[in-house]
């Protein structure tokens, strides 16, 4: 396992913006897929965004035209902007690394969660 941890969540009304953050720590020599998804209570997680290391990107439809996923390669980091956030974005937000490479061997990992609220 490779330990995930994000920030940035919080409570915003609605059209407002937050920005999420997830660094993967320990001794990592490349991050093939990078993401986040979410899941609000009552209903599975989902898919909000993937960036791949050579700069692919998929998006949700529902997330297409407010959010932007980035990535830091040296810092192991990827960024999640979320503009004219809406209710309907209210749920928890899961980073997750897919294929990390380290010295240990190859790991997939899931973080914590972080909640997002967006509430008038």
């Known amino acids: 396992q490779v330990p995930l941890v994000e920030s940035g969540g919080g409570l915003v009304r609605p059209g407002e913006s937050l920005t999420l953050s997830c660094v993967a720590s320990?001794?990592?020599?490349?991050?093939?897929?990078m993401g986040w998804y979410r899941q609000a209570p009552g209903k599975r997680r989902e898919l909000v965004a993937t960036?791949?290391?050579?700069?692919?990107?998929n998006y949700a439809d529902a997330v297409k035209g407010r959010f932007t996923i980035s990535r830091d390669n040296d810092k192991n980091t990827v960024y999640l902007q979320m503009n004219d956030l809406k209710p309907e974005d209210t749920a928890v937000y899961y980073c997750?690394?897919?294929?990390?490479?380290?010295?240990?061997?190859?790991?997939?990992?899931w973080g914590q969660g972080i909640q997002v609220t967006v509430s008038s």
């Open positions: 997750n690394t897919e294929r990390v490479a380290t010295e240990e061997g190859v790991f997939s990992s």
């Open positions: 320990g001794t990592i020599f490349s991050i093939a897929v």
């Open positions: 960036l791949h290391k050579l700069g692919r990107s």
